[in-house]
């Protein structure tokens, strides 16, 4: 049984984490979050210890550490920003490190990760559980068969992802790009990690749009053109998930082919967490691609709406 800490309890993703605890058999010693309503935890470790003051949950970890108790790895469900600094806190406590995506913002905080690393004999692990998906897992190997027989075959992909969200999130830090990253980072992290890993590595990337709701643009990759559309604005959706009154739209083309995925996501985090514990798991280098991609879409000058740009873009209202 490993011990854990988290930090984050009270995020939207965190009961994913505690569940991955749990269904693995392990056991979740403390956790730290500045908001206190965190009553979810009474459904998987009531025991733990809580603490909504870091200060304090340092003390906590530092004590356990020196009394040969500490934590075996901390899961990290914190905003976007603080991750490379709950990472460093995490590694330097002799803990393995389990992390959210973005595992960080930008490319060279990677770098020093990876110094860091060295030194404390420890590892950082990102949730790339797109990676673990069934029909993902399928798409990659069918494009390994066609890649088999023409090796320079470039598909035609198209990503639209629209996930609707009301007015507090502008007033959290995901409306901050300083904080969140920005759209493309907030909602497209994975995606652009799922398509790079599949389709090889970045030739170019061009942006036609990006504001505070929606990004667009073209991405090379090695084996695709991927022309994309991310927005967390409620009037980009189409006609047919309005009239189904759905505040979410998901779909991938390739080469004109729809590929479903939009089911399946209920146990990755415990898969995930399961692989990092069999000494599998995606760490620093696996992630690099896709924080290099969005960390280049978000300083990125847009073209505006010119050459071949996703059809969707015509649904921002200027």
């Known amino acids: 049984m490993k011990k854990f800490g988290l930090i984050g309890v009270a995020g939207y993703i965190a009961p994913r984490h505690l569940r991955a605890i749990k269904d693995t058999e392990n056991t979740l010693l403390c956790a730290l979050d500045p ?35 500490g934590v075996d790895f901390i899961s990290i469900c914190s905003p976007n920003y603080l991750h490379d600094s709950h990472i460093r806190f995490g590694l330097r406590n002799n803990a393995n490190v389990i992390c959210e995506k ?78 969140s990253g920005g759209v493309a980072t907030n909602i497209g992290v994975h995606f652009f990690d799922m398509l790079s890993w599949i389709f090889g590595e970045v030739r170019d990337s061009q942006v036609h749009l990006l504001d505070a709701q929606s990004a667009s643009g073209i991405l090379e990759l090695k084996h695709a053109r ?70 280049q879409i978000r300083n990125t000058e847009p073209l505006g709406l010119v050459g071949d740009y996703h059809p969707f873009c015509k649904t921002i209202s200027k």
């Open 226 to 295: 991927v022309r994309w559309f991310l927005s967390v604005d409620s009037t980009t959706l189409p006609k047919e998930a309005l009239e189904q009154n759905k505040r979410t739209f998901r779909l991938i083309s390739i080469n004109g082919e729809s590929v479903e995925f939009s089911e399946g996501f209920t146990d990755l985090h415990a898969q995930s967490y399961c692989d990092i514990l069999k000494g599998g798991g995606f760490g620093l280098q696996d992630a690099k691609p896709s924080i290099q991609i969005v960390h």
């Open 102 to 179: 973005p595992l960080v913002l930008n490319p060279w905080n990677l770098d020093a990760l990876e110094t860091i690393e060295k030194e404390t004999q420890r590892k950082v692990y990102n949730i790339l559980q797109l990676r673990l998906h069934e029909s993902i897992l399928a798409l990659k190997r069918k494009i390994q068969q066609a890649l088999q027989k023409e090796p320079n075959k470039v598909f035609d992909v198209d990503l639209t992802y629209i996930t609707s969200r009301g007015k507090w999130y502008f007033i959290s830090w995901k409306g901050d790009i300083t904080k």
């Open 35 to 69: 908001n206190d309503s965190v009553g979810v935890m009474d459904s998987y470790f009531p025991n733990a210890d809580f603490f909504t003051e870091f200060e304090r949950f340092d003390r906590h970890i530092d004590k356990l550490r020196r009394k040969k108790e």
